[in-house]
């Protein structure tokens, strides 16, 4: 094999590696024992999703993830959503830490159409534990609803290396192509 030929494979190599390792950690709370206003019932509840860059791996402590390692995000409490692709500049605070099996053990998870949200309590969705358990869903400190001391359960989902991910098959067809035009055989 050529010396471009090996340039060009360890071009594309890194990019199957990020599409293999990204891990969604998605999060189903209990139904709210509280409610405040008219909104909300006590069949709502939060629910929230998060597909990092990487697996967390066993027995991390509880840290802060930063935006750079979140592709996406989204929290809901069946009344008020918000996610990485809402208008505007929706704020999100995440802290995970995982037991010895990898899987998340505590957290805070809140998300807000904008950081000022967040200042007034208006518009926010969050869960807790760590110390504390809590899921909360406000409208305004006077309307929401909430439930405390009964956590919810993570589930975690890997992607398929060549399953469902679109961006394996397709860097493989571009190599392939890359390939025959370098020996001179056109696609």
């Given amino acids: 094999m050529s010396l471009s030929r090996k340039l060009l494979?360890?071009?594309?190599?890194?990019?199957?590696?990020?599409?293999?390792?990204?891990?969604?950690?998605?999060?189903v709370g209990k139904d709210f024992t509280h409610i405040v206003g008219a909104d909300y019932t006590d069949n709502d509840f939060v629910s929230a999703s998060v597909t990092l860059l990487s697996p967390l791996g066993a027995d991390a402590p509880l840290q802060y993830i930063p935006q750079a390692d979140v592709l996406e995000w989204s929290i809901t409490d069946k009344v008020y959503s918000v996610s990485s692709s809402s208008p505007g500049l929706p704020y999100l605070f995440l802290s995970l830490s995982t037991?010895?099996?990898?899987?998340?053990?505590?957290?805070?998870?809140?998300?807000?159409?904008?950081?000022?949200?967040?200042?007034?309590?208006?518009?926010?969705?969050?869960?807790?534990?760590?110390?504390?358990?809590?899921?909360?869903?406000?409208?305004?400190?006077?309307?929401?609803?909430?439930?405390?001391?009964?956590?919810?359960?993570?589930?975690t989902e890997t992607p398929e290396p060549f399953g469902e991910n679109v961006l394996l098959p397709g860097a493989f067809l571009l190599l392939l192509c890359l390939y025959k035009m370098m020996r001179g055989v056109h696609p």
């Fill in 99 to 155: 037991d010895s099996a990898g899987d998340i053990s505590s957290w805070e998870f809140f998300g807000s159409s904008s950081l000022g949200a967040f200042e007034a309590a208006d518009d926010t969705v969050y869960t807790e534990n760590d110390g504390y358990a809590s899921d909360v869903g406000e409208l305004t400190p006077f309307d929401g609803g909430y439930n405390l001391y009964t956590p919810g359960v993570w589930t």
């Fill in 9 to 27: 494979l360890l071009a594309v190599l890194p990019v199957l590696h990020i599409a293999a390792d990204t891990i969604t950690y998605t999060y």
